[in-house]
């Protein structure tokens, strides 16, 4: 079993930056991709940004060039920095990972972590 632990989230005043984590933990041979997804109220759950064991990584478009997001795989955890953030930002952010432990495969969710942008 894999468990994510988000933390970073809050309130924040448009243009203002937040920094999202995520560690992941428990029975892990490997992770191939870390990533970050976000709901909005009323929407659906949307890719934010991805990023591949070898450093590979991909935007939303509504993100590119505001947020950036790495990873440190010698600690499971991926990070992001997100930058002149805007109201429509505002989301419950979920970290997301997959990979192969004992048992097989596996896709875990963080609990979400709020992220609200206004003034």
């Known amino acids: 079993q894999v468990q994510l632990v988000e933390s970073g989230g809050g309130l924040v005043q448009p243009g203002g930056s937040l920094r999202l984590s995520c560690a992941a933990s428990?029975?892990?041979?490997?992770?191939?991709?870390m990533g970050w997804y976000r709901q909005a109220p009323g929407k659906q759950r949307e890719l934010v940004a991805a990023i591949t064991s070898g450093g590979s990584t991909n935007y939303a478009f509504s993100v590119k060039g505001r947020f950036t997001i790495s990873r440190d795989n010698a600690k499971n955890t991926v990070y992001l920095q997100m930058n002149s953030l805007k109201p429509e930002d505002t989301a419950v952010y979920y970290c997301?990972?997959?990979?192969?432990?004992?048992?097989?495969?596996?896709?875990?969710w963080g609990q979400g972590t709020q992220v609200t942008v206004s003034s």
């Open positions: 428990g029975s892990i041979f490997s992770i191939n991709a």
């Open positions: 997301n990972t997959y990979g192969l432990g004992p048992r097989g495969n596996f896709d875990s």
